[in-house]
């Protein structure tokens, strides 16, 4: 994976189809591959699952985050 990013949406662009964490500010944890964003970091999330405190609530399939309740964007391992 590249480190030199010129854009903050590069990072997310290398990421596309890959699984990341993304957490919310309600606490919430969603797992995924990513399918999609555009500027406003909106979301699309395949195969999503979320949890909250390291539990899994429910699988979700996919889904749409708005971005203004994305806190933080995590590669997965």
């Known amino acids: 994976m590249s480190e030199n990013y010129s ?5 997310l662009n290398e990421n596309r189809g890959k699984n990341v964490v993304i957490d919310l500010k309600n606490g ?7 399918r999609a964003f555009d500027i406003h ?7 999503a699952e979320e949890s909250r405190n390291g539990e899994i609530i429910r699988k979700c399939g996919t889904i749409f985050l708005r971005g203004d309740t994305i806190v933080v964007i995590c590669p997965s391992a």
Do not use: S
């Open 7 to 11: 854009r903050p949406l590069d990072a």
């Open 28 to 34: 919430a944890r969603f797992t995924g591959k990513l």
């Open 41 to 47: 970091i909106n979301l699309v999330l395949d195969e």
